[in-house]
């Protein structure tokens, strides 16, 4: 590409903008995510949602899913398929297929499928006949393993030898708490949805007016990298007589959670409460990506009454996602932030200073991890931070502790952190109740 005269990538004298015209690039290891490219080779080593359980009827359901074309169908069994979208065949799209009692049959010459990709039936050929033996012998139709948890579907597009365990998180088994899936679709590159997560600092000024007064301070920020995919960005915020320490969370390569959305202000005092949302965020193609989560609802989470399709929105992006471009100016969400920076961002012309410290974290390990992997090293997978069900550290304390004049408030926040962050990370030799018990018990006693 020529670029224009006057382009200077270190010209920021005032009214650069001539110079300043140059065309950036998004960082490709981060942002292409299709078969054989580092990064789409990477999430393929992890199971995603790709789908709502609730809202596959009877007819198959033509899904994208990191940039590949696919057949979701549950078969007359109840046994659900993931499939190539096209018969091997003559390539007909098997979204016109037939549910069968044992897999997917293709509308165009009845090619009969089971739900791995074995051919059942050429109903075409004669029985026995030498083509139709090679062809249930020697072929078979691309297929990925699904499985239903809680109403998501999940799937694994990664090589079948190297299918790692699908990883149960703490948060999946809460008593009482009530799970609803939700999909949240955005028109950009996935990186642009997740850094979010691990940007507590975008809370302060984005959200402050969408759930609480709470929420517009910006606190002492901290960040930690643990366990190689595990990233915590955490804000401690004084609100009046408390303190409030929020916990975000993401573990690689996608999965991600927080603190409540509606339930925490800081108001009230709060030992581990739990997030909002679970959440993946899922890349369609390059250029589109869905966040598939459960919204949490009980006393751990957030209240009932936004057990709606609009609480979850809410949750979700800080705003309903349906409003006038006139409301979306007025009150943007986390909608508008990152779909305005375009379909995939231009990375280059980014300027990150020390509040980004967690995108760099996270965006740094995945690029290793990318590299690792096309060096034949598989990457590290949530099962390997912990012994079956896995910690995870998402969420809300609130501390009652009083300003005292003469001291140094931004010392003690920092303090309070630590001895927090500590009894959490704590926590971790134990399992389920026994462990949230050792933990809130833990955070009691700091004051
Ligand atoms: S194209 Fe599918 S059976 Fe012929
Ligand atoms: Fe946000």
């Known amino acids: 590409m020529t670029e224009i005269q006057g382009a200077d990538r270190t010209n920021f004298d005032a009214f650069c903008g001539y110079h300043q015209t140059w065309a950036g690039q998004p960082d490709p290891l981060l942002t292409r995510t299709g078969p054989g490219t580092p990064c789409g080779e990477f999430l393929r080593r992890y199971w995603h949602p ?93 297929a990925y393993p699904v499985r239903e948890y809680r109403g998501l579907l999940f799937a694994y597009l990664g090589p079948a030898s190297e299918t790692p365990e699908f990883p149960i998180y703490d948060t999946f088994e809460i008593p009482e708490m009530v799970m609803t899936p939700y999909a949240a679709p955005f028109e950009c590159n996935w990186i642009q949805v997740l850094d979010a997560i691990v940007d507590p600092v975008h809370t302060a000024f984005l959200h402050h007016s969408q ?52 339930a925490t202000d800081g108001s009230r005092v709060k ?26 609802f009980g006393d751990r989470g957030d209240p009932m009454e936004w057990n709606t399709p609009e609480g979850m929105q809410i949750i979700e992006q800080g705003e309903l996602i349906d409003r006038t471009y006139e409301e979306k100016q007025a009150s943007p969400g986390d909608v508008e932030a990152v779909e305005g920076m375009g379909r995939i961002s231009d990375h280059e012309k980014e300027y990150l200073v020390s509040g980004d410290r967690g995108v760099v974290m ?42 005292e004049a003469g001291t140094d408030d931004a010392e003690v926040l920092r303090d309070i952190n630590a001895r927090v962050m500590d009894t959490i990370f704590a926590g971790d030799a134990l399992d389920g109740a026994a462990r949230d018990h050792e933990i809130i018990r833990g955070l009691k006693t700091i004051a």
């Open 211 to 262: 759930f609480s007064d709470g929420f517009g301070v910006l606190g002492e920020i901290e960040f930690y990298h643990r366990d190689r995919i595990r990233f915590l960005g955490t804000a401690t915020r004084r609100v009046r007589d408390n303190v409030w320490v929020r916990v975000n969370e993401l573990i690689l390569p996608n999965f991600t959670q927080s603190g409540a959305a509606f």
């Open 362 to 403: 996270y965006r740094t390990q995945i690029k290793k991890l990318c590299r690792s992997l096309q060096r034949g090293k598989p990457p590290p997978q949530p099962g390997d931070l912990g012994e079956g069900v896995i910690p995870t550290y998402g969420s809300d304390t609130v501390i009652r502790c009083q300003e």
């Open 50 to 142: 790709v789908f709502i359980a609730g809202e596959l009827g009877d007819q198959p359901k033509l899904i994208k899913i990191l940039g590949e074309e696919l057949v979701l169908f549950r078969d007359r069994s109840g046994r659900y398929g993931l499939v190539h979208k096209h018969c091997p065949h003559r390539r007909a799209s098997l979204e016109y297929g037939r549910c069968e009692n044992r897999g997917i049959r293709c509308c165009y010459h009845g090619w009969l499928f089971d739900i791995d990709g074995t051919v059942l039936d050429l109903p075409g050929e004669p029985e026995n006949s030498r083509s139709a033996t090679n062809v249930k012998s020697k072929m078979r139709l691309g």
């Open 271 to 296: 030992y581990f409460g739990r997030s909002a949302f679970t959440r993946w965020v899922v890349p369609v193609d390059d250029h589109r990506c869905i966040a598939y989560a459960w919204g949490n």
